[in-house]
């Protein structure tokens, strides 16, 4: 009785080790495909965990986690046209290019949509 007792508790400490140990899920630039794809960050330099992706040609528009980007790669063949919440700006992103640390204000925390393949020019350029 005294052994199995002894092997519960080995397993118990095991466990838990294994659990305060582990680290929080985090994305990284590596998690972004190496093309084809366009990946938004919640962090700066590509960190935190991924909140959206896409290849194909289109306006995208979201809330909630989206919202919060922060940094965003354009692994795509398109550019990228990222509208801010607040006076209708737009930043654009080249093929190829990519943005650690989105501009505040408008863009950094406050991103409206993304549109692949803008239809409309942007104000600035990235």
């Avoid at 650690?100 to 950094?108: F, H, I």
Wanted: glycine share 8%.
């Amino acid at each position: 009785m005294k052994k199995q007792a002894g092997i519960g508790l080995a397993l118990s400490i095991a466990t838990l080790a294994a659990v305060t140990t582990a680290a929080p899920a985090s994305a990284d630039v590596w998690d972004c495909p190496d093309f084809g794809v366009a990946c938004a960050y919640i962090d700066a330099n590509y960190k935190g965990k991924i909140v959206w992706q896409e290849s194909s040609p289109g306006l995208y528009t979201y809330t909630g986690d989206f919202r919060k980007t922060s940094s965003i790669i354009n692994r795509t063949r398109y550019p990228l046209r990222l509208i801010g919440k607040f006076d209708g700006a737009s930043l654009c992103i080249h093929t190829g290019h990519s943005v650690r640390q989105l501009p505040k204000g408008s863009y950094a925390d406050q991103l409206k949509s993304i549109e692949v393949k803008p239809s409309q020019s942007c104000t600035e350029w990235r």
